[in-house]
């Protein structure tokens, strides 16, 4: 069965300091991979999406960037961190066409990051 | 999308009764939609799914019903428990691609 991971859970974080999120996936080859925003009691932005690796594509402008160094991992990254950066990161996995998990995104634990 | 920045709506509602929540969706080219649960502090799960093709589906107390006319989603559930209490999130897709787009969410409250 396939099963997606993200560390840290809560993070903590001084204004102007750098961020690494990282999301891995086990149990599945070649997955897109997304990496969403969510601020408390809102809806979900995404940031950027990987159909491989090495590829990234960007939805919106941000203080932040992503890189697929592999192709079950996907990291989030910061250089200098803005209070607006607060909320509750998440990641993503869907299958490739042709299969069954095509469709459907699933979701990771998430990542609480508050930026003080 | 401009749902991200609302404030969640919420349905309140008593234990054991039904619960609707709904959802309109903006792309009428988009074939299939999901209906995600969020749980405090936790990613959203998947609930039931449904394709373009239909127009209701069925799970175990959840049913989602489809109108393509009015680009109009909802999520029944049935004899809602204080477990269901959560945030609830539709997403719709086209088939050319797996982009998922969501709609803002709604808070379920459950009142014992």
């Known amino acids: 069965s396939q099963t997606i991971h993200q560390w840290p859970a809560t993070l903590v974080q001084p204004v102007g300091s750098p961020l690494s999120l990282e999301c891995t996936v086990e149990?599945?080859?070649?997955?897109?991979l997304y990496w969403y925003r969510q601020a408390a009691g809102r809806g979900l932005q995404l940031l950027f999406y990987?159909?491989?690796?090495?590829?990234i594509s960007s939805e919106v402008p941000q203080n932040l960037s992503a890189s697929r160094p592999q192709d079950r991992q996907f990291i989030l990254s910061s250089k200098k961190l803005l209070l607006s950066d607060s909320g509750f990161y998440l990641c993503?996995?869907?299958?490739?066409?042709?299969?069954?998990?095509?469709?459907?995104?699933?979701f990771g634990p998430g990542t609480r990051l508050t930026v003080l | 999308g401009e749902s991200v920045g609302l404030h969640l709506p919420t349905l309140s509602v008593q234990e054991g009764d039904n619960s609707i929540i709904n959802c309109a969706y903006s792309?009428?080219?988009?074939?299939?939609f999901i209906w995600y649960k969020q749980e405090s502090g936790k990613g959203p799960q998947f609930i039931i799914d449904?394709?373009?093709?239909?127009d209701k589906r069925q799970g175990q107390r959840v049913t989602v019903l489809l109108n393509k006319t009015v680009k109009h989603l909802s999520l029944q559930i049935a004899a809602t428990q204080p477990g269901d209490s959560a945030v609830y999130f539709c997403?719709?897709?086209?088939?050319?691609?797996?982009?998922?787009?969501f709609g803002g969410g709604t808070r379920l409250m459950v009142k014992p």
């Open positions: 993503a996995w869907s299958g490739i066409a042709g299969t069954l998990s095509y469709n459907e995104q699933f």
């Open positions: 149990g599945t080859s070649n997955p897109n």
């Open positions: 990987s159909v491989g690796i090495g590829q």
């Open positions: 792309n009428s080219a988009s074939d299939y």
């Open positions: 449904i394709r373009s093709n239909m």
């Open positions: 997403a719709e897709n086209m088939d050319a691609g797996n982009m998922l787009t």
